[in-house]
């Protein structure tokens, strides 16, 4: 076995763990632990005094089929079906979010002294809505809006008000993401692109944006994660949407397996965005490992 | 022309002219300014005082449009500054297309035209990353050129490469001094100087200390600071 010194990126991948030969035992080594973690906490459970009260109350299979598929006439909805609703909310509010953070970003980012007044207010957004928690300003919107009794804005749906909650609270998150984003760029990369004669905004346009939005991909899924399960605040303001829906199953058939199908269903949407981001992310360092043998 | 960073003075009065097609090549330690007033003549940096010209006109005024006037003036840098997110044909057309608002399809017709002339045919597709230092820095030359610049300004273009790259580069300047191209040039290849330029400044202590065609600068420093400077160069065996 020859190996050049000057191989990084297998030197660096063996310096952050994986590959090379014993993967076969590393594989049965990792299995075995595995099991045997998993063989106890599953013994801890059934043998604890309660278990058997805390499975029928949290996980009937018969409950979490009925708040699953839900039943109108016994009064109440499906979990199946109310998860739609927060999908929905979340597609909405992260198209917002991303649209206004990047905005907000480059406000904050400008240097001009005409635009101060508006670098002002982004600061007081972005301080107000990441300092105050998100429900608060879920109560705020979805309880305020609707008493101010104006046409068209007080007479929304309570998910639409919800989304406009996530986005005033998230969208200040996602604006600072985006600003380290910005930040990470060579001002190098900014004398190359204002020598050929391109203005600040298409600078940032062109050649300082696209760069930034790369390198923050991962830490904006992780936040993106965040907000899926966060459209469940929404269910304070009356909107039927997962977490309300098992609420109302388990109020009214004394039972909490209903909530156990709600945070499955959270599962199978937030474990999928998360896999994707460990890709990203692994992809983005096999990339820079490379790029360190040129 | 002067330049400060707060209380230090980098550049402390500089006067120098460069006539069309004529190739000024700085010379002088690290530290004493070439780079600074590279960036100042381009407007990169703004000057403390005096002024800057351009073929008659004077680009430090108030009223003058900077971005206007760095479209006459190509730069290239020591650590390439491609942009790494596009290809080497997007690099060289977003000048052209974003700035000067040339057609699409004729600012790819002369950057194909220019990569071809400088070897680089085969590359227009590639990202940065793919490409050696010798062949990024050409294709940032490449870049500064697709503008059709009035002036380059080369700022040590040559000394962050491997010794063997350097050659490549150095060839594209002589071209482009053949073919008429005005430059300013900052660089540490004493050999180079000598044989390209039509003058040779030596910087020190943000001053240019002494100013004459290479043969005598070279051959006859009239400056002692020239002469210690030329001298510490020859011991290092690059002159």
Redesign the interface.
Known sequence: MTESPLDLSRRGSRLFGGGGQGQARGAALSTASTIVVLAVLAALFLLAPGSAAVRHTFFSPPDMWHALIGDPAKGYYSVGAAIWLNIRMFLAAEAIIVVLALLLAVIRQSTGPVLLPLRVVALGYVDVFRGVPTILVVYAVGFGLPALNLTVVSTQDPAVYGVLGLVLSYSAYVCEVFRAGINSVPL??V?????????QP?AMR??IL??AV?TVIPPLLNDFISLQKDTALVSVLGAIEANRAAEIYSSTVFTYSSFVVAALLFLILTIPLARFTDHLIARDRRRRLA?AT? | MTKSFGDHEVLRGIDLVVAPSEVICLIGASGSGKSTLL?CV?L?EPVTSGSVWLGGQEITAPAIDP??V??H???V?Q?Y?????MTVLKNIT??PV???RVPHAQAEGDALALLARFGLADRAGDYP?RLSGGQQQRVAMI??LA?SPRLMLLDEVTSALDPELVAEVLDVIRELAQAGMTMLIATHEMTFARDVASRVAFLADGEIVEEAPPSELFENPRDERTRRFLRRITDAGRL
């Open positions: 190098a990369q004398s190359a692109a204002r020598s050929l004669g391109l203005t298409q062109y050649v696209p760069q790369r790029g040129i | 960036r381009n990169l971005d206007l760095r479209r003036i190509g730069i840098f650590s500054n491609l942009f790494p997110h977003l000048g974003k700035a000067l990353d870049r500064a503008m």
